[in-house]
């Protein structure tokens, strides 16, 4: 179900067949500019990718999945009157293994090429499905150590729209000063762009549910995942008085395991000692 409450679009989506629904802002996307370099990914020059030939003609190797939102031609060319050597109906998941320019993806299936379609009526897809549990220790400097772990819960799908959301948990072991305390947080990435826009950048959202004791009352950090940038960046804390704006924004994120480590990191920073002083409350 998708409402919209206190000028925010909220998702009430099942966790699992026995669970019920978590409220998920879908907030505007504020992209900070300063790039902090995080345990993520160590900072590194971004080589741009040798040209390649593609049915003949030079493109920039590139890979991303795709979803086709209404039926569209395949071309033998990256123009619009060039040669139709083939479709897609809509609904069929692409893959794209370069960009040409005017907006056009090279698309292979089964190591065959089959051509280019126009990316505009594509909507860019990741997966967000882990293998394993993702296990790490995290601080904030003068405040909480934690240790973590990630764990996938499966994948839900959005009434009315087109495509899932990755449901994870995350396990907490954390110590506050001289008090430790364990706690459970839902976890999830939108596996298609926020708004569903062009832009290859995804929300990721870490809810801490009951603060204050209340069943509604709940807590979310919300962060965008940029996969052409490769990063993660905060974007917004639902209860200000719990949240602070962390030190650092930003962590470089080249795949969905790290930028679901990140977003971990960054979480942790924005929990303020008012929401510290609740967890230890709720969850001794």
Not at 206 to 229: P, Q, R
Request: hydrophobic content about 45%; some cysteine; aromatic content about 10%.
């Amino acid at each position: 179900m998708v409402e919209a409450k206190g000028g925010f679009w909220q998702l009430a989506l099942p966790r699992n067949p026995n669970g019920g629904g978590t409220f998920r802002p879908l907030v505007a996307a504020v992209l900070l500019i300063a790039l902090a370099v995080g345990p993520a990914l160590a900072a590194e020059k971004k080589t741009p990718p040798k040209p390649m030939i593609f049915m003949g003609v030079k493109v920039k190797p590139f890979h991303g999945q795709y979803l086709v939102l209404k039926d569209v031609n395949i071309r033998a060319r990256p123009k619009t009157k060039a040669k139709r050597v083939g479709s897609f109906k809509a609904g069929k998941r692409i893959d794209a293994v370069a960009r040409a320019a005017g907006a056009w993806v090279a698309v292979r299936e089964g190591g065959k090429d089959l051509g280019f379609v126009y990316d505009r009526i594509l909507l860019p897809l990741i997966d967000g499905t882990l293998k394993k549990d993702l296990e790490g220790k995290t601080l904030v400097k003068g405040g909480a150590s934690c240790q973590y772990r990630i764990r996938f819960e499966g994948k839900s799908q959005v009434e009315g729209q087109v495509f899932e959301i990755a449901d994870y948990d995350v396990f907490w072991d954390c110590l506050d000063g001289k008090r430790k305390v364990k706690f459970r947080t839902p976890m999830f990435i939108t596996e298609a762009p926020y708004q569903l826009g062009t832009k290859r950048i995804f929300q990721i959202s870490i809810d801490v549910l009951d603060i204050e004791g209340g069943y509604d009352d709940i807590f979310s950090t919300t962060l965008l995942y940029d996969k052409d940038k490769n990063r993660v960046a905060f974007d917004s804390v639902s209860i200000k008085k719990f949240g602070q704006t962390p030190v650092i924004k930003e962590i470089p994120a080249k795949t969905v395991p790290q930028a679901l480590r990140a977003a971990v990191i960054i979480t942790l920073a924005t929990w303020n000692k008012s929401a510290w002083k609740d967890l230890i409350k709720n969850f001794p």
